[in-house]
């Protein structure tokens, strides 16, 4: 059997082969990009209004790092969070990672509900913060100072170390499987899997399982 290797864009390596070619139904890594996505829609207005609501209960909490907690939280661990409770969604720990799994969002077309990542370190192309935009220029983010607070994306602090904006998009619902119909005892009988095919089939597991358990071993 002919196993083919193919690296396309920032995706990781697929096997597939010639006569079952089956790698949309591989596994994606767990903190994958959103545009790895095969159909991402936007949260509905409703949601980001609860969201926004979400973050506004935690003005106030101190600041703690590694906390995410009413009792102290972080940057990231409050939009992780966040995005936990109000959509089910499971974001990277740190910020840059954050910012990685976020499809790009420029400054002028933020909405609220996205992420807004600045670099406050030496390192300015290096993310180390993250907020949440809830509109009219403001975020609401975990300060290394004051805690949980609401600020002003036009604050020159933010200015001056603005990295980029980015947006969480929720992978489409997958659809519940059609009820099993009752069998037919009329039908004619399918014909045996012949052993040829069985043995294809069996490699392929095989291939699959080694894939989704170490990705790396084909490179």
């Not at 499809?103 to 300015?124: E, H, M, N, Y």
């Not at 597991?205 to 084909?218: A, C, G, H, L, N």
């Amino acid at each position: 059997m002919l196993v083919s290797l193919a690296l396309a864009g920032c995706q990781v390596r697929r096997v597939q082969t010639t006569q079952r070619p089956h790698a949309s139904q591989r596994q994606q890594p767990k903190q994958q990009r959103q545009e790895h996505l095969s159909k991402p829609r936007p949260a509905t207005s409703a949601k980001t209004e609860r969201l926004i609501k979400e973050a506004r209960k935690w003005i106030g909490t101190p600041y703690r790092y590694g906390g995410t907690s009413r009792s102290g939280v972080d940057c990231s661990g409050l939009t992780m969070e966040l995005f936990r409770e109000v959509y089910d969604i499971k974001l990277p720990r740190s910020s840059a990672a954050q910012q990685e799994f976020c499809i790009g969002v420029s400054r002028k077309d933020l909405q609220p509900g996205d992420l807004v990542f600045f670099a406050t370190t030496k390192r300015k192309n290096v993310v180390s913060h993250v907020g949440l935009y809830i509109g009219s220029g403001r975020m609401i983010h975990a300060s290394g100072s004051r805690g949980v607070m609401e600020s002003g994306l036009d604050e020159a602090y933010y200015q001056r170390n603005w990295h980029s904006g980015g947006r969480v998009l929720q992978p489409t619902a997958v659809s519940p499987e059609p009820q099993q119909a009752r069998p037919d005892r009329n039908a004619p009988a399918l014909p045996a899997v012949t052993a040829l095919d069985s043995l294809e089939l069996i490699i392929e597991q095989q291939i699959d399982s080694i894939y989704v358990s170490d990705p790396d071993i084909f490179d």
